[in-house]
Structure formats: C-alpha cells, structure tokens
C-alpha cells in the first residue's frame, strides 16, 4: 500500500475514531420538567430600569391554563436537542422541509465525492496502476460534470423562491404589534387593541426560577396572541440594531433606528415560545429574550380586556431629555 494512501486511511480511522468517542462521552440528555430553571453557571443580569418587578403580569392568571406542559408547546431548546425547535407555524414547517432538501442534496454529494476519492486512490494508485494515462478530455464527463449541478442548483432555486416570498410577504393581518428594540430591552405596542404598550425585559435568575421561566428567556412581560390569527409585526429600533427572530415562528427581521420592518406569523397551536434578539447590539446583547404566549381567541380577549382596564399600569419616563421605552410600575 502506498505512503499515500495509509495517510487517506489514517485519517478517515482517526475521524472516526473521533466521532465514536465524542458520541459515548455525551450523557443521556434528562430531559427536565416543562418551565424548569436548567442548572447552568450564574450569569450576572443586566441592569435593569424597570421598577421592582412582582410575580404577576396583568392578564398573566387568565392565560396559567395555557397547554404548555407538552415539550411541542414550549419553543425553545431542551438538553440533548441538535434538530430545529418543532415548527410552531406552517411558514417554519416549510423552512424546515426546505433544510431536509438541501441536507439530502447535500449528503448524496458528500457520498458521492466520497466514494470517486476513494475509489480513485485504490485504482490508480502509484502501485496498481504504476503507469498512468495520458488522456485530457473525455466529452461525455465533462457534460455530466456540467448539467448535473445546473439541474441542483435549478432544484434549489425553484424550492427556494416560495419560501423566500411566503416570508417576505404579509397577507392580510388579523391584528398588528409593534416591537420597538432598544439596549437592552423590548418595547410593544397592541395598535389594534386599545394602544397599550409595555416594556419586555429579562427575568433576573432568581425570578426567573421562581416563575418556573427558562434562565436567560423568561421576560417581565410578554407578548400574548391569539392561536390561528395572522399577526403582523412591525419592528423598529430606538438606538441601535436589533434583530426580533422566534426560531419556532420561523422569523427573524432586523429592527433598524428610523426605519420599520415588518414580518408576520400565524401559530397553529397554542403554547410559549421564546426567541432573542439576533443582531450584536452590545454588552447586553445576549439578555435581550423574546417570550410570546400563544392562547385562545377567548383567553386573548380576557387579557386584553383586564389590560384596558388598567390604564395606570404603563407609564413613560424620560431619560436625557429624550422620550425612553415605556416603563411598567407593576408588572412581575
């Protein structure tokens, strides 16, 4: 065998060999009660402007009957998770179907590479074929090596394209939030149900285990919508750029100063999914969590009509002269 091709071997062993060990050393995941706090090292929160924070978000004791038990209904990552977060929305199902595509494309390219490697390192090598070919051109390769990655790449294209527009697109909205970024919080507004608007921050850790939320992803207050309604989201920015994406929803839209985006979703179930701002924003960036509670149109309603009745609850303060984000005096 040629000096060559030990080395080929060797190193397909030694990756192998690498994969197996990485696989053994992993623990069974234990997959921890729904809303549990995951035991991780303490990280310091953010400074918070907020007042004092209670246990209770108005609204919050009419939607505690929300099916969020089920591991489907609860958008985030869980130990032991390496696939994308179940589809909360069909625009998410179809970027996923879209992943699988491109995996399978993808995998019988790698296969088939592969495979023409090894096979030309066992059939011409220096000691099986000590006298090599001398031709340059073979017409019938040259075409199939030609066609065959238009024909892919024309596969992808075709596929791509709906996806791309289904998500850039926003039909015909059921109700509208707007989602305001700011360092290192969210803002929102419900134009469409009575113009409140409250400030969404992260839980500190010990509230945040206390309220049963994620570490990192549990929010003051959050965002709740009716299931089967097509919302759209209109994103902007008070300082720098932000990013608003809830991977189960299937968005992400940055949030730009002096400009409004917009993205759209329609969940197909009820349940909490939580998301993070995605664009580096600072020191903070990493405590700025997206928590949206999916509920029936009645519970919606209930929440809405408690929060209307409520005026005093939200207030504007002004930092610097300047109009700051809307600051909750008694929320959790």
């Given at each position: 065998?040629?000096?060559?091709?030990?080395?080929?071997?060797?190193?397909?062993?030694?990756?192998?060999?690498?994969?197996?060990?990485?696989?053994?050393?992993?623990?069974?995941?234990?997959?921890?009660?729904?809303?549990?706090?995951?035991?991780?090292?303490?990280?310091?929160?953010?400074?918070?402007?907020?007042?004092?924070?209670?246990?209770?978000?108005?609204?919050?004791?009419?939607?505690?009957?929300?099916?969020?038990?089920?591991?489907?209904?609860?958008?985030?990552?869980?130990?032991?998770?390496?696939?994308?977060?179940?589809?909360?929305?069909?625009?998410?199902?179809?970027?996923?179907?879209?992943?699988?595509?491109?995996?399978?494309?993808?995998?019988?390219?790698?296969?088939?590479?592969?495979?023409?490697?090894?096979?030309?390192?066992?059939?011409?090598?220096?000691?099986?074929?000590?006298?090599?070919?001398?031709?340059?051109?073979?017409?019938?390769?040259?075409?199939?090596?030609t066609v065959v990655p238009v024909v892919?790449?024309?596969?992808?294209?075709?596929?791509?394209?709906?996806?791309?527009?289904?998500?850039?697109?926003?039909?015909?909205?059921?109700?509208?939030?707007?989602?305001?970024?700011?360092?290192?919080?969210?803002?929102?507004?419900?134009?469409?149900?009575?113009?409140?608007?409250?400030?969404?921050?992260?839980?500190?850790?010990?509230?945040?285990?206390?309220?049963?939320?994620?570490?990192?992803?549990?929010?003051?207050?959050?965002?709740?919508?009716?299931?089967?309604?097509?919302?759209?989201?209109?994103?902007?920015?008070?300082?720098?750029?932000?990013?608003?994406?809830?991977?189960?929803?299937?968005?992400?839209?940055?949030?730009?100063?002096?400009?409004?985006?917009?993205?759209?979703?329609?969940?197909?179930?009820?349940?909490?999914?939580?998301?993070?701002?995605?664009?580096?924003?600072?020191?903070?960036?990493?405590?700025?969590?997206?928590?949206?509670?999916?509920?029936?149109?009645?519970?919606?309603?209930?929440?809405?009509?408690?929060?209307?009745?409520?005026?005093?609850?939200?207030?504007?303060?002004?930092?610097?002269?300047?109009?700051?984000?809307?600051?909750?005096?008694?929320?959790?």
């Amino acid at each position: 065998m040629s000096a060559s091709l030990k080395r080929a071997f060797f190193f397909v062993a030694l990756l192998l060999a690498a994969f197996v060990t990485q696989v053994a050393a992993q623990p069974a995941p234990a997959t921890p009660a729904p809303g549990a706090a995951t035991e991780v090292p303490a990280t310091p929160a953010p400074e918070s402007t907020a007042p004092t924070a209670t246990t209770t978000a108005p609204g919050e004791a009419a939607l505690s009957a929300a099916p969020n038990n089920d591991p489907q209904n609860i958008g985030r990552a869980l130990p032991g998770d390496y696939d994308f977060q179940p589809a909360a929305t069909d625009h998410a199902q179809t970027i996923h179907d879209f992943h699988v595509l491109l995996m399978v494309i993808i995998t019988i390219i790698t296969v088939f590479v592969m495979a023409l490697l090894v096979w030309v390192m066992i059939r011409y090598n220096a000691r099986v074929n000590p006298k090599p070919s001398n031709f340059s051109h073979n017409t019938l390769v040259e075409v199939i090596w030609t066609v065959v990655p238009v024909v892919i790449l024309v596969l992808i294209f075709v596929r791509s394209i709906p996806v791309l527009y289904e998500g850039d697109v926003v039909p015909k909205a059921d109700m509208t939030i707007k989602a305001i970024g700011h360092q290192w919080n969210w803002s929102y507004e419900y134009p469409d149900n009575g113009n409140f608007s409250f400030l969404s921050e992260m839980l500190s850790e010990d509230k945040a285990l206390a309220a049963h939320e994620p570490r990192l992803l549990g929010a003051t207050t959050h965002i709740v919508v009716p299931v089967g309604k097509i919302v759209r989201v209109i994103v902007t920015s008070q300082d720098v750029i932000h990013s608003w994406a809830v991977p189960a929803f299937g968005v992400k839209i940055d949030a730009v100063p002096g400009r409004l985006n917009q993205t759209w979703f329609k969940a197909n179930r009820e349940g909490i999914f939580y998301g993070q701002c995605s664009e580096l924003c600072g020191v903070n960036h990493a405590f700025m969590p997206i928590e949206v509670e999916v509920v029936s149109q009645e519970r919606f309603d209930q929440w809405v009509a408690e929060t209307k009745t409520k005026p005093d609850i939200y207030q504007y303060s002004e930092t610097d002269g300047a109009p700051a984000a809307p600051v909750a005096s008694n929320q959790h």
